[in-house]
């Protein structure tokens, strides 16, 4: 497999639009499923540095969310969550 053949094929991939890239690869790479491979792989590594945020957030997110109801703020005094124990409303509004 030819290293310049790749950077080539991801060059004039990475031209066309998103949706056009799989057919585009499928002309180009002639069946050399290494080369495809190779390719996708350089494609994939490029979006995935597009937004470097975007999977910094998904591991952000709370793993726990309360919903509380009016009325219902005070039954969760006393609650545990993972090592955590609610020990009082600190506030609320904003």
């Given at each position: 497999?030819?290293?310049?053949?790749?950077?080539?094929?991801?060059?004039?991939?990475?031209?066309r639009p998103t949706e056009k890239r799989s057919d585009f690869l499928d002309g180009a790479?002639?069946?050399?499923?290494?080369?495809?491979?190779?390719?996708?792989?350089?494609?994939?590594?490029?979006?995935?540095?597009?937004?470097?945020?975007?999977?910094?957030?998904?591991?952000?997110?709370?793993?726990?969310?309360?919903?509380?109801?009016?009325?219902?703020?005070?039954?969760?005094?006393?609650?545990?969550?993972?090592?955590?124990?609610?020990?009082?409303?600190?506030?609320?509004?904003?």
């Open positions: 497999m030819n290293p310049n053949r790749a950077e080539a094929l991801f060059a004039a991939a990475l031209a790479c002639l069946g050399d499923d290494a080369l495809r491979q190779q390719v996708e792989a350089l494609l994939a590594a490029h979006d995935a540095t597009l937004n470097p945020l975007a999977t910094q957030a998904e591991a952000a997110r709370p793993t726990i969310k309360l919903e509380f109801t009016e009325g219902l703020r005070d039954e969760a005094v006393g609650r545990t969550l993972g090592r955590y124990k609610l020990l009082e409303m600190i506030g609320e509004g904003g």
